[in-house]
């Protein structure tokens, strides 16, 4: 059987982030993709795979029928549709491609996505609405009771964990500081220039207590896309990104039915399979991008994966471990609290430069980095989410 | 109760509703609050479900809504200080509350009738309800829950 590592590799790596009011969030789309097949040294012509990455569920955004990136783009592809999982969109798009380029039904696949929440929220704003309220919520249990944005049940982990574990704020509050502090590298992060102390973070406005504003992830525009392709493909491009490994865990598989779904993410499965397709240990991973809806997915996923101990995650963060210059360096972007939130692609962007050493001031040297991504259905008793790991790195 | 004028009542989204869950909020305007039991080995489950421990019958066959005793323990919470829409900004803070029914599933609720402060993991609470108005002016019922023992006969 020939090794999953090393088979599959990102060759082309294209994001364009901020608002551009001037285009449509497909034409950001689009030229994110139009990036990324350049950066691969391919043609639109190259290209006979295109997936949408698009939040569905979870809080997302519904499938749109106008048109596509693809079409806009004029790409020569065989296959185009959407996929997504709240902010999971990165792993599964990849999933997806790897089936196509598998069976020989493709070449290149190249996948994108875009988001327009930070416009769209300054709309609704006009409304008397606070964030997100452009993303229909059909069929949610929890809205009568005031369950209006994502922070409204993703509070009820740190509730939940704080009660277990006795983590508290100011640990909460560390993780925010460290990741500001690698926004604060990161010329493209929207809290560039602008530290943070644990001071700040309790001082700032109590959203959803036990949430406070600095515990809430950023609300963007943008648009990210990469070409995945073949190894025997990639090894004439300029910096190749392999796929080492790839797993998926359902909270919906046990954790949601014995209640614990609030203290842990579905991220076993995950990380069993996608260790176990690398080859690698833990200690392997030189930087990791976790999924950082709030401070609390952080916390749990530090603990999850095995870098603290069950519960011991608000010491482990207090203690600078995943700040620069700390054991493990965690959300180098400034993440999604700190930089952009374009679901698991914010990972997938910087584990990518990262690896290929483009990472400017922020830059840590390591073989392997690994993304994970998280969305699901919110039941108002619980969320269901997917967990979704990716480790790459670069070749042996 | 009936008569209560919509302009009174606070301002609430109405439930979202399908056909699996609506038996429960036919219930719940009825000021009952339901759960789903297995009638083959008597597990409770909230929202619908098929039961976990053994064959079922086609579309929920062995699956009906019973009364809940209404009693339970707050499992996780949290208190709203920003009203996200304004409809809500005279109702902040609120908490949003996870409750761990006696029977076992948990479900989503407020928890009213005390200071939001006074609200921990492990609260003894029990059910009660309440009318709001939704935007277009319709009332509609919803369950809450309020500490234990400290319910009013008139409520």
Known sequence: MTKFADQYAIVGLGSVIGPHPEVSGRAMQAEAARLAIEDAGLVPSDIDGALDLKRQGGGGDRPGYTDSFARMLGLPVNFYYSIGRGGSIAGLGIATALGFLQAGLAKYVVCSNFVEDWSNSRKTRAEGKIGMAHTPRRGHYGTPFGDLRAVSHHSFFASRHMHEYGTTSEQLGAIAVAQRQWACMNPDARMYGRPITIEDHQASEMVVDPYHLLDLCQVSDGAVSFVLTTADRAEDTRSPVYLKGIGFGEAMASLWWEKRNYTELAVKPAKEAAFAHAGIELADIGHAQLYDCFTGEVLFQLEDYGWAEKGAGGEFVASGATAPGGSIPVNTSGGLLSAYHFGDLTGTLEAVTQLRKEAGDRQVDANYSLVSGHGGEILSPGMCSIHSTLIFGTKE | ?155
């Open chain 2, 1 to 155: 109760m009936n008569e209560t004028k919509p302009n009174t009542l606070l301002r609430r989204s109405a439930p979202n509703t399908d056909r699996d869950i609506q038996p429960f909020w036919d219930n719940v305007a009825n000021r009952q609050l339901s759960v789903m039991r297995c009638k083959t080995c008597g597990a409770y489950y909230w929202p619908a479900s098929y039961c976990r421990n053994h064959d079922n019958e086609p579309f929920l066959g062995n699956m009906e809504w019973v009364p809940a005793s209404g009693k339970g323990t707050v499992f996780a919470f949290n208190v709203h200080h920003w009203a996200f829409d304004a409809a809500l900004k005279e109702q902040v803070p609120y908490v949003y509350a996870l409750i761990e029914l006696e029977e076992g599933p948990l479900i989503g609720s407020n928890v009213i009738d005390c200071d939001p402060s006074e609200v921990r993991v492990g609260l003894a609470v029990e059910v009660t309800f309440r009318e709001f108005a939704a935007a277009d002016g319709d009332v509609f019922t919803l369950h809450q829950f309020v500490p234990a023992g400290t319910q009013s006969t008139a409520s």
